[in-house]
Each structure stands twice: as structure tokens, then as C-alpha cells.
């Protein structure tokens, strides 16, 4: 089977051979072939772009939002923080100027990545973070967002709303030039801490889940597959997350949601996209305890017809990991996610 074949029968649940991977950043091997939004050509510096290479804002730059970012970190493992307020009166909102979601520049190099991609018979997933939650929060501040939330729920829908237009404008720009060899839309929004979510359920529906359904029905009817990253305990939303039809979840803390209590909720409902815990299990380098750790996982949220796709960590030195571990995580996944 191609990787792409793999892909879609843990999607699906159609039976592959065995769970999907995804591991191209550490050991250049997986199914899945990455491609990403770039800034528009007149927001970045002279040079040569392509959707293959992801473009971070450096220390010192402001982004195409107005954020103006700062990272201490050289290497990559730290993106920063924007640390102004762009939006900094929730009245001003009217006032600001959206960026333009099909500007020239965005998909530069797109025809020869999906050429590569075919080529090698690869999933491909187009890369466009900080969904809603995350951008809203970078413009208007952390806690100027969740005191809106309570106290603006008005504006901050219409916020929410505004910022949805631009995600689905990425999605019609990505379909009108990929003209359907684009599977997967790809986002991010990180709503949980250690211990809940960042705000209550009941506000995440009100707001943000009518958004994300305008998004997530949007990629579907353009025929992608919808992956969505999200951080943190995120259990109170997960039932959410599949009614509003993401395909795929990607969850980097297995331990701090609980393995059986997602498996009650998710196992054969949705794909899960999954790295060893980041925080309670790659950090300790111990390899006993990765091996069980991959096993249960294929255990409890695989199903017999797919469902899984086992996934790296990138930044290694910011959870403090090795390379060798990350690996072992690799061949770990590749031994027990066989399904035939």
C-alpha cells in the first residue's frame, strides 16, 4: 500500500496493512508529505520560498497580523511570542485590516511539491496554524481574549467569525491551485492546560465551535481531510471535535488526557495522530517505558481497521529529549502498529 492508501484506510477505517506514520522531520520516513502556507511575497524578505519549507516570524520581525515576535531561541525549538497587542481596544476591531488569504506568494513551489508527493505516493496535508483561538489571542492579548469571551461575547464572535473568513479562504486558494491533490487541511489551536480547558465548554460552543464548522465544512466540500492539533487537557471538547467532522486529532500528551478515558470517547469515531508523551514519557529517554507506552497506545486507540498514525516531536530540545529516543519511538510504532 502507499502511504497515501495508509493514510486514508486509518481515516477511514478501511483496513491497512498497519497504522500510518508520520516521523519525515527526525528520520525522513512516513506516509505523510507536509506542505505550508507561506507569507504573502510582499511580507517577507527577498528570497527563494516553496510551500515545503515552513516560515516562522524571527526575533525582532513583526508578521504579516501586525504581531511583532521575540524568541531568545536560535534553533528553532522555541516559535516565540508576539509581544505587543495589535487589537488592542476590542472597539478598534472594525478598524483592522485582515490580511488577504489568497495574496500572491501563499502556495509559491506548490506544483513541484505535489509533484514530489505524488511521486512518492504520500498523504499530503496543507499546514495553516493558529486556526482561530490562537491568531485571536496573538491580536488581542491572552487574557484580553478570555475576559472578551465573558464580557464582549459579541465582538468576540464576530472576531471569531472574521478570522474563519480568512482560514476559509486559505482552503478555496489551496483548492483552486491544487485543483484537488491537496488531502488534508491542516490547523492548529491549543485549548487546554494542564488540568481543563481555557475556557468552559459552554463558551467554546457559543463562540468558536460554530466557526470551526464553517471551516471544517469548507475543506470537506473542497474534499480534504481535516487534522487539527490541540494541546493540553482537552477531553470536555473531544465529542465536540468529532460532531464538527475532524478526521484526524493530533495529541502529543496521551498521558495527561487519560489513554482509556480518550479511548471511551474517540477509539473508531476518529483517527488519532499520536507521539509518545512529550511531557511524561520521551523526556526520561527510557526506552522500557516508551515501548509500553506505543503498545497500549496501539492497544486502546487503534482499532483492527485502522485509526492510528503514530507521530514525531519535532523541537527535541525544547521537551528536553534525544533524537535516539524519538527514534526508538519510531521503531516502537513500526513493531506493534501492524494490523494484518
Known amino acids: 500500500m502507499t502511504g497515501y492508501e495508509i493514510i486514508k484506510g486509518n481515516i477511514n477505517f478501511t483496513g491497512p496493512d498497519r497504522i500510518g506514520l508520520r516521523f519525515g522531520r527526525i528520520a525522513g520516513k512516513g506516509d505523510v508529505y507536509r506542505i505550508f502556507v507561506l507569507p504573502p511575497e510582499d511580507k517577507r524578505p527577498e528570497g527563494t520560498y516553496s510551500v ?3 516560515i516562522r516570524p524571527r526575533n525582532g520581525e513583526y508578521d504579516e497580523w501586525g504581531c511583532y515576535w521575540e524568541s531568545s531561541d536560535e534553533t528553532g525549538s522555541d516559535m516565540g511570542q508576539p509581544t505587543n497587542i495589535p487589537i ?12 488577504d488569504p489568497k495574496a500572491p506568494g501563499r502556495f509559491d513551489g506548490l506544483e513541484e511539491a505535489l509533484a514530489e508527493a505524488e511521486a512518492k505516493g504520500l498523504y499530503v496535508q496543507m499546514n ?5 483561538f490562537e491568531r485571536m489571542h496573538f491580536l488581542r492579548g491572552f487574557e484580553n481574549t478570555l475576559m472578551d469571551c465573558i464580557v464582549e461575547p459579541e465582538a468576540i464572535s464576530k472576531m471569531a467569525e472574521r478570522l474563519a473568513d480568512y482560514q476559509i479562504g486559505i482552503i478555496e486558494e ?3 491551485l491544487g485543483k484537488g491533490r491537496i488531502h488534508c487541511y ?9 488540568n481543563s480547558l481555557m475556557i468552559s465548554p459552554e463558551l467554546f460552543r457559543e463562540i468558536f465551535k460554530p466557526q470551526y464548522k464553517r471551516i471544517f465544512d469548507k475543506a470537506h466540500e473542497c474534499g480534504m481531510d481535516i487534522r487539527f492539533h490541540t494541546d493540553g487537557k482537552i477531553n470536555d471538547i473531544l465529542e465536540d ?3 464538527l467532522g475532524v478526521d484526524i486529532i493530533n495529541i502529543h500528551q ?6 482509556d478515558e480518550i479511548s471511551k470517547i474517540g477509539r473508531g469515531r476518529i483517527c488519532f495522530e499520536v507521539a509518545v508523551d512529550i511531557q511524561a514519557t520521551l523526556p526520561t529517554g527510557n526506552k522500557k517505558l516508551i515501548e509500553e507506552e506505543v503498545k497500549e497506545l496501539v492497544e486502546k486507540w487503534a482499532t483492527e481497521k485502522g485509526g ?3 507521530v514525531e516531536y519535532g523541537y527535541l530540545n525544547a521537551i528536553g529529549t534525544t533524537k535516539e529516543s524519538m527514534l526508538y519511538a519510531l521503531e516502537c510504532f513500526e513493531k506493534y502498529g501492524k494490523l494484518k
Open 88 to 99: 488592542e481596544d476590542i472597539e478598534d476591531l472594525d478598524d483592522y485590516v485582515f490580511p
Open 241 to 243: 471535535l468529532i460532531e
Open 174 to 176: 489551496a483548492y483552486r
Open 186 to 194: 491542516d490547523t492548529t489551536d491549543d485549548w487546554g492546560t494542564q
Open 254 to 259: 496521551p498521558r495527561l488526557v487519560g489513554i
Open 308 to 310: 492510528l498514525i503514530g
Open 52 to 54: 515545503k519549507k515552513k
Open 128 to 132: 495553516s496554524p493558529q486556526c482561530i
